[in-house]
Each structure stands twice: as C-alpha cells, then as structure tokens.
C-alpha cells in the first residue's frame, strides 16, 4: 500500500497558518502529483526552495533525485555546460566527459532557481530541452533523453521581462503551466507571531541557552516590523538574539536596532490588509478570512496603543 503522503510528513515543514500560506499549502498538495512544471514566484526569503522541495516530496518522483540550481549563479560560458553536460576536448578546461545537471537530475527534479537571470540565449536552449525531454552535451552529437520534472523559481517579475524582451515568451508559458506564488510575510496576517515562536524554540535548543521566552514587548517589535527580507530575515533574527541575549529572556534592547527603529516608525503608520478573493483553490473558508480581519486590527490595535491593553480595546467596536 502506498504511504500516505500529505504537507505534514515533508522533512522541512512550511510553518503558517495565514488563508494565505494554507492556500498555497493545498495548491502544493494539488500539483505535487502531476509531473506538470511549476513556476514558483515571490521574494527573497519567502521559501520558493522550501516549497519547491516540498513539490518533490510529495510527486511521484520523490525516490530519484532533487538538484538545485542557481541560475544566476554560474558565469554564461558554463551554464550550457552545468545543464546539459559536455565532451571531452569540447572546450579548453573539458578534460573529461562531464554529464550536466539534466542527467544528474534524471527520474527526479531540477529545481532552476532565479530563471529570469539566464541569458537568452540559454533560454533557448532550454526551451528546447524542455519540449524535446532530451538535451544533447556540448560537443556531442546524440541527444539523450532524460525524464525530469522541472521546478522554476523567480523574484522577478518574468511576464516584465517578456515584455522588455529579456524572459522568451515561449519559454515562460512552458515553465509556467501552473504557478505558485509564495507570499511576502507581511501578507501573512498572524504567521510572524508562530515563527517567532517555533525558531526561538529551536535555535533555544539548539544552542543549549535555556532562555525563558521572547518579552511582550520585543515580540511587539517583531509583529511591527514590515520584513522586507521575509522569513529569511526572521530567522536570521531569531538565531542572532537567542545567541546574544544576556538576560533571561529575549528584550528589545536585544533587538537589531534596524529593526526597532523601523518598527517604532511604522506603529504610528496607518497599515493596510491585503486580500485577495482566490476561488482557484476550492471553497474558501470566510471564517479563517474573517477571523484574519480580526487578528489583524487586535494587533494594530495593540500596537497603536503600544501595549496599552485597555486603550486598544476603545479602539474598535466587536
Ligand atoms: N513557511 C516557512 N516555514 C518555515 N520556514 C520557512 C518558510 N518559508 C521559508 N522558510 C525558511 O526561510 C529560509 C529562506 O527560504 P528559501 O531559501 O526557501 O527562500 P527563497 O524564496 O528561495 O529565497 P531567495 O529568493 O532569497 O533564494 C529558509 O531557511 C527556509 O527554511
Ligand atoms: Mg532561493
């Protein structure tokens, strides 16, 4: 019998429980079994990796391998080379035949990372090797075939880039056959709160500090900020104030003094919730949406009265 597969039993768990992460949650769960290609957009440090592994967890070829790689990373001369391989002699420096990462990634998934920084002329390459399920190395004359399933991930915005001429339009509607978007934190109403928790929790175990808790009012701070690096930066947060705090629990004067800064700047700041009607997904659940609503103006309205409890309350009306 075929073992149960679902979002929880994923070796690095997507943390969240915003409408916005657990739509994007059931859309994994939905495209994960189909070997369909996936374009994952959204900004830095928002878990495009994440999910993409997450992607190859749940497909049908979660046995074969998952192989990652930075588009934007390698130098234009290499990458037809680290993609599809090459012949010995092809190239000074080819010594030996090399297989590209196509074959390595043979019966499992190539995760292309940042594809809106390859080179168009390797865009077309690609979008060949795409249509064909073959690639041919450089230098060599067959072709072979590989089974892949291709994961793409941008922060850039590629339907500009089709317009601007520098993302082929082909090649962008064959990556993008489903696409997900993985959710700025500051969309992700109530999801800082738990994060803020889980990696206290686990950077507090890890470095055996055995600090008591985060304080109210740096856990303030944290909801306030706007994260422009996403959870990356949380995280990053996270493990620096656990290693440096000196008391016992985490306190504001602990905090990155960035943060603080810009976090007293945008309490005073009126803040917008964003939402956005997406039926795509199945029913939508309008008591978590509502529910959401209510969080976010108890928060705001805390942070307005910066921690004042029973001021907050005169706030809004139930
Ligand atoms: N929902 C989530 N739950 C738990 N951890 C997360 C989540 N999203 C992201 N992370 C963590 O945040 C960090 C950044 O995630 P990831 O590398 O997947 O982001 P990215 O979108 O690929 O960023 P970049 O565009 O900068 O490459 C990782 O350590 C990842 O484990
Ligand atoms: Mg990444």
Known sequence: ???????????????????KIEALKKMILKVAPAKTNVLIIGESGTGKELVARALHELSPVKDGPFIAVNCGAIPESLIESE?????????????????????????????????????VSMQVKLLRALQDRAIRRVGGNETVKTDVRIVAATNKNLEEGVKKGTFREDLYYRLNVIMLETPPLRERVGDVEELVQVFFDRFNEKQKRNL??????????????????????????????????????ISVSTLPSEIVHAARKAAGAPKELILRADFSVGPVDLEAVLS??????????RIYAKGDVSLAATLFKE
Do not use: C
């Not at 073992?3 to 929880?8: M, N, P, R, T």
């Not at 000074?92 to 080179?119: M, N, S, Y």
């Open 212 to 249: 008591k808790g985060v304080s109210l009012d740096a856990l303030e701070v944290l909801l306030s900020h706007a994260w422009p690096g996403n959870i990356r930066e949380l995280e990053n947060v996270m493990e620096r104030v656990v290693t440096l705090e000196s008391g016992s629990e």
């Open 83 to 119: 993609l599809f391989g090459h012949k010995k002699g092809s190239f000074t420096g080819a010594i030996a035949d090399k297989p590209g990462l196509f074959e390595v990634a043979d019966g499992g998934t190539l995760f292309l990372d940042e594809v809106g920084e390859l080179p």
């Open 1 to 19: 019998m075929a073992e149960a597969l679902s979002i929880d039993t994923i070796t690095r768990p997507i943390l969240g429980k915003s409408v």
């Open 292 to 301: 959401e609503v209510r969080k976010f103006y108890q928060r705001e309205a």
